[in-house]
């Protein structure tokens, strides 16, 4: 075990210990603040008569004045006490808002009032009004079919190197029957005899194909240096039984200051993970993208009993740059390297377009290990 | 009030669970995909080029069996060709990727056919994995007659389906089986041989006489069947090659049938009756030498052999109904491995040597399932009124079986499963149908 796993461990262990000393000494450490009576307010009903006459002599809001029905008059309380503290306010503060400004009364005084009038309906009380898409005077272009070429730049400036040539011709008839059988030498093509590609073949669209090796400069949001707080000095007096909070706090510190000059960085970086690591949400959001695209339909019986291990290092923006093959569990070689295919297929597949990971945490995502386990999905 | 010290530590410990980890963690992100989906892969195969003047029409007729070999396994689905943006004008064209991708193909079968003026034809191939933008294991040509243009068609189908599947393919095989006509009560059977897929079938044997059982030779050149051209069942060996046929040593006052090949080719397993019961018995083609391996009151049937020819699978009524026993191919203690509800019978060992394939009869059904061989996960593939007679694909992975329909006009015919239960197929024959057997893959 290294260092700085021993030191995290100590400090793991005495948080866990600290939390088991609050839970049981809780009740005499933290004592809750006494609770606060509650106020309880009887609500008195008022005829319509008399709101009527309330409301008249209120302030100059607009009364929406919904017709509502005569209420039946009910019995009044012996005794009407103060409303709860929002509901201080007289009695005649309450008073029907326009309908376009009504909002659902879940006030505990209830005064039955009439809905609002047909203008409402039974629509939401704030109606959402989507916004009114408004035609473009642009006109939208039309989508060709077929990428259009473009002109000048030639991204392949040689002749396409003809592929891979074939197996000579067999003399007879069927004779390569089983792929594994089927390496016959190939004999290299006559260059000459060899179509080149046309001059027109460098008008090719720049596919990915195409696209250059070279790293591509991406503004990276992560930060060039650790922004850890620099350890502090060590104390000069390590007692040989420092009190328990002294121990903690030198562990502390040797951990920080380890973790600040360590330049075993995640991703091999030569610098540590900063922040806090994926949320499980963020983690569960990428095993999502990813299983949609890991198709098993054309995998053999014996590769649905291989679990395949899968390393991706991952651009900035999210794309696979590499994909590789780490280790298998199960089956045979050649399962191993069907599985293997599967996975990858699924990473490159529903990475193109990058997956859903926070950017602020790509030293925590730069580089992936994916268990590709087809357990649960073989045949029994 | 709590005290300060206490306090502290509280803060320090609190801090340590953030800092914990930030500290402690080290390595990769690691996730677990447990789930994925099974869907048919998208493949592209644009036809093939016609590379001289009188190729074109084989180019076409070799595209369309290839097309058709691989989706009609249930794992690939051919992307359109009106779907298809890139064009393949030469076989050594380089390949569009990101037009094979924006259509969602993830893999790509390219292939060319020329003819020379001995009239022998070249078909070639590529196959690329679209996703990752690289061929997909080395280009392969075969070369023959103009008339042998389906086994290359078959060829180029079984080297797809083995590189993206990693499995064995099965399409350059044949079937043998018992063609039907006539009415049922005078119904007239003769054996009739053909390409897995119902192509190029030529009748073995005439309808003079009953036949039942064809089972093929490894090799594949020649077939076992039982006849009733005496009157009582025997067996006979057929030589593909000559079509003749000859029967197969037998005794007086017995009845021989349900024969079966040994994996070597070399012996034959069949049940003899004798004085009403039924044993296995092993014939040694080239000497003759018989060897009785059961000798119970019992009948015992249709065995079948293991892929390794150690140890023979049967089906026997011994515990009281038909059941399935594994002994050694030496004869000795047989072990019974089914124990579900109903009646089991047919057994067929996989050539993967893993699973067993036997009919099922159960409270008025039949059906087609498979089993490991100690009895264990026995999953059913089918189920109708008459599901018979299973018959494994050279790779495995795939069972052929007889399957009647119910009713004075039911008849039967060939039928295909995956070993997943997926894909039910029928096989195309002229007629009605029985008794498949399934040739090994053809050299």
């Given at each position: 075990?290294?260092?700085?796993?021993?030191?995290?461990?100590?400090?793991?262990?005495?948080?866990?210990?600290?939390?088991?000393?609050?839970?049981?000494?809780?009740?005499?450490?933290?004592?809750?603040?006494?609770?606060?009576?509650?106020e309880?307010?009887?609500?008195?009903?008022?005829?319509?008569?008399?709101?009527?006459?309330?409301?008249?002599?209120?302030?100059?809001?607009?009364?929406?004045?919904?017709?509502?029905?005569?209420?039946?008059?009910?019995?009044?309380?012996?005794e009407?006490?103060?409303a709860?503290?929002?509901?201080?306010?007289?009695?005649?503060a309450?008073?029907?808002?326009?309908?376009?400004?009504?909002?659902?009364?879940?006030a505990?005084?209830?005064?039955?009032l009439a809905p609002?009038?047909a203008?409402?309906?039974?629509?939401?009380?704030?109606?959402?009004?989507?916004?009114?898409?408004?035609?473009?005077?642009?006109?939208?272009?039309?989508?060709s079919?077929?990428?259009?070429?473009?002109?000048?730049?030639?991204?392949?400036?040689?002749?396409?190197d003809?592929?891979?040539?074939?197996?000579?011709?067999?003399?007879?008839?069927?004779a390569?029957?089983?792929?594994d059988?089927?390496?016959?030498?190939?004999?290299?093509?006559?260059?000459a005899?060899?179509?080149?590609?046309?001059?027109?073949?460098?008008?090719?669209?720049e596919?990915?194909?195409?696209?250059?090796?070279?790293?591509?400069?991406?503004?990276?949001?992560?930060?060039?240096s650790?922004?850890?707080?620099?350890?502090?000095?060590?104390?000069?007096?390590?007692?040989?039984?420092?009190?328990?909070a002294?121990?903690?706090?030198?562990?502390?510190n040797?951990?920080?200051a380890?973790?600040?000059?360590?330049?075993?960085?995640?991703?091999?970086?030569?610098?540590?993970?900063?922040?806090?690591?994926?949320?499980a949400?963020?983690?569960?959001?990428?095993?999502?993208?990813?299983?949609?695209?890991w198709?098993?339909?054309a995998?053999?019986?014996?590769?649905?009993?291989?679990?395949?291990?899968?390393?991706?290092?991952?651009?900035?923006?999210g794309?696979?740059?590499?994909?590789?093959?780490?280790?298998?569990?199960?089956?045979?070689?050649?399962?191993?390297?069907?599985?293997?295919?599967?996975?990858?297929?699924?990473?490159?597949?529903?990475?193109?377009?990058?997956f859903p990971?926070?950017?602020?945490?790509?030293?925590?995502?730069?580089?992936i290990e994916?268990?590709?386990?087809?357990?649960?999905?073989?045949?029994? | 009030?709590?005290?300060?010290?206490?306090?502290?530590?509280?803060?320090?410990?609190?801090?340590?669970?953030?800092?914990?980890?930030a500290?402690?963690?080290?390595?990769?992100?690691?996730?677990?995909?447990?789930e994925?989906?099974?869907?048919?892969?998208?493949?592209?195969?644009?036809?093939?080029?016609?590379?001289?003047?009188?190729?074109?029409?084989?180019?076409?007729n070799?595209?369309?069996?290839?097309?058709?070999?691989l989706t009609?396994?249930?794992?690939?689905r051919?992307?359109?060709?009106?779907?298809?943006i890139?064009r393949?004008?030469?076989?050594?064209?380089?390949?569009?990727?990101?037009?094979?991708?924006?259509?969602?193909?993830?893999?790509?079968?390219?292939?060319?056919?020329?003819?020379?003026?001995?009239?022998?034809?070249?078909?070639?191939?590529r196959?690329?994995?679209?996703?990752?933008?690289?061929?997909?294991?080395?280009?392969?040509?075969?070369?023959?007659?103009?008339?042998?243009?389906?086994?290359?068609?078959h060829?180029?189908?079984?080297?797809?389906?083995?590189r993206?599947?990693g499995e064995?393919?099965?399409?350059?095989?044949?079937?043998?089986?018992?063609?039907?006509?006539?009415?049922?009560?005078?119904?007239?059977?003769?054996?009739?041989?053909m390409d897995y897929?119902?192509?190029?079938?030529?009748?073995?044997?005439?309808?003079?006489?009953?036949?039942?059982?064809?089972?093929?030779?490894?090799?594949?050149?020649?077939?076992l069947?039982?006849?009733?051209?005496?009157?009582?069942?025997?067996?006979?060996?057929?030589?593909?090659?000559?079509?003749?046929?000859?029967?197969?040593?037998?005794?007086?006052?017995?009845?021989t049938?349900?024969?079966?090949?040994?994996?070597?080719?070399?012996?034959?397993?069949?049940?003899?009756?004798?004085?009403?019961?039924?044993?296995?018995?092993?014939?040694?083609?080239?000497?003759?030498?018989?060897?009785?391996?059961?000798d119970?009151?019992?009948?015992e049937?249709?065995?079948?052999?293991?892929?390794?020819?150690?140890?023979?699978?049967?089906?026997?009524?011994?515990?009281?109904?038909?059941?399935?026993?594994i002994?050694?191919?030496?004869?000795?203690?047989?072990?019974?491995?089914?124990?579900?509800?109903?009646?089991?019978?047919?057994?067929?060992?996989?050539?993967?040597?893993?699973?067993?394939?036997?009919?099922?009869?159960?409270a008025?059904?039949?059906?087609?399932?498979?089993?490991?061989?100690?009895?264990?996960?026995?999953?059913?593939?089918?189920?109708?009124?008459?599901?018979?007679?299973?018959t494994?694909?050279?790779?495995?992975?795939?069972?052929m079986?007889?399957?009647?329909?119910a009713?004075?006009?039911?008849?039967?015919?060939?039928?295909?499963?995956?070993?997943?239960?997926?894909?039910l197929?029928?096989?195309p024959?002229?007629?009605?149908?029985?008794?498949?057997?399934?040739?090994?893959l053809?050299?």
């Open positions: 075990m290294e260092r700085g796993e021993r030191i995290g461990l100590a400090v793991s262990g005495g948080a866990h210990a600290a939390l088991i000393l609050s839970v049981v000494l809780g009740d005499w450490l933290f004592s809750p603040p006494p609770l606060r009576d509650v309880i307010a009887q609500v008195a009903m008022m005829s319509e008569a008399e709101f009527q006459a309330l409301t008249a002599v209120s302030s100059a809001a607009p009364r929406a004045a919904p017709e509502a029905p005569e209420m039946p008059a009910a019995p009044e309380l012996s009407a006490t103060p709860p503290a929002p509901e201080q306010a007289p009695p005649e309450v008073q029907p808002l326009p309908p376009d400004e009504a909002v659902p009364d879940d505990p005084d209830v005064v039955a609002p009038q203008d409402v309906q039974d629509a939401p009380p704030n109606p959402i009004v989507a916004p009114v898409e408004e035609p473009s005077e642009q006109t939208l272009p039309t989508i079919p077929r990428p259009r070429e473009r002109p000048a730049d030639r991204v392949a400036p040689r002749p396409a003809a592929p891979e040539p074939d197996a000579a011709p067999a003399p007879d008839v069927v390569a029957t089983r792929p059988e089927a390496e016959t030498p190939v004999e290299e093509p006559d260059p005899e060899t179509p080149a590609a046309p001059e027109e073949a460098g008008t090719v669209l596919t990915e194909e195409n696209r250059t090796d070279e790293p591509v400069e991406v503004a990276s949001s992560a930060p060039v650790s922004l850890r707080p620099r350890a502090r000095p060590e104390r000069a007096a390590a007692t040989d039984e420092p009190q328990e002294d121990a903690v706090e030198a562990a502390l040797e951990a920080l380890d973790a600040a000059t360590d330049p075993q960085g995640t991703g091999g970086t030569g610098r540590a993970a900063i922040g806090p690591p994926l949320t949400g963020e983690t569960e959001e990428l095993i999502v993208a990813v299983k949609q695209c198709n098993l339909g995998l053999s019986t014996d590769a649905l009993r291989t679990v395949v291990t899968v390393g991706v290092t991952m651009a900035p923006d794309t696979p740059d590499d994909v590789r093959f780490l280790g298998a569990e199960g089956g045979t070689q050649d399962s191993a390297a069907q599985a293997f295919e599967a996975g990858r297929r699924a990473v490159l597949r529903c990475g193109a377009r990058g990971l926070p950017p602020e945490k790509y030293d925590h995502w730069r580089d994916i268990v590709f386990n087809p357990e649960d999905m073989r045949l029994r | 009030m709590p005290y300060p010290s206490t306090i502290a530590v509280l803060f320090l410990a609190a801090l340590g669970l953030f800092a914990a980890p500290a402690a963690q080290d390595g990769p992100l690691r996730i677990e995909i447990t994925g989906v099974i869907e048919p892969m998208p493949v592209a195969i644009p036809a093939f080029v016609a590379e001289t003047g009188g190729a074109g029409e084989i180019a076409q070799v595209t369309r069996v290839v097309a058709s070999d009609g396994t249930g794992l690939f051919e992307i359109p060709r009106e779907a298809h890139a393949v004008s030469t076989f050594d064209a380089p390949v569009a990727y990101a037009d094979w991708r924006a259509i969602n193909t993830e893999a790509l079968v390219t292939g060319a056919v020329a003819q020379g003026a001995d009239g022998r034809i070249v078909v070639k191939f196959l690329f994995d679209v996703v990752s933008g690289q061929p997909l294991g080395d280009g392969l040509q075969f070369a023959g007659p103009a008339e042998q243009w389906r086994r290359m068609a060829k180029v189908a079984d080297a797809v389906y083995s993206i599947t064995d393919g099965y399409f350059d095989s044949r079937v043998v089986f018992v063609a039907e006509s006539g009415p049922k009560d005078a119904r007239q059977k003769q054996l009739a041989i897929d119902g192509a190029n079938l030529s009748y073995l044997t005439d309808t003079s006489t009953i036949v039942l059982a064809p089972r093929i030779a490894p090799d594949g050149a020649s077939v069947y039982t006849t009733y051209e005496t009157g009582f069942p025997r067996i006979n060996l057929l030589d593909l090659g000559s079509r003749m046929a000859r029967p197969l040593p037998e005794q007086p006052g017995t009845m049938f349900a024969p079966r090949f040994s994996p070597d080719g070399a012996r034959v397993l069949y049940s003899l009756e004798r004085g009403g019961n039924t044993d296995l018995y092993e014939l040694e083609l080239s000497s003759g030498r018989t060897v009785r391996l059961t119970t009151p019992s009948i049937t249709a065995p079948s052999y293991s892929p390794d020819g150690s140890r023979i699978v049967f089906e026997s009524d011994r515990s009281g109904t038909q059941q399935l026993y002994m050694p191919a030496s004869g000795g203690a047989a072990e019974r491995i089914s124990f579900g509800q109903g009646r089991y019978g047919t057994p067929v060992w996989s050539p993967r040597g893993d699973i067993i394939a036997f009919t099922k009869q159960n008025g059904r039949f059906h087609i399932g498979v089993m490991r061989t100690d009895g264990s996960e026995e999953r059913l593939l089918t189920a109708s009124f008459l599901d018979e007679g299973p494994w694909a050279p790779n495995g992975r795939v069972i079986f007889t399957r009647q329909t009713g004075a006009q039911g008849e039967p015919a060939l039928y295909s499963v995956d070993i997943s239960g997926r894909n197929r029928r096989v024959t002229p007629g009605p149908a029985s008794d498949p057997a399934w040739s090994p053809l050299p």
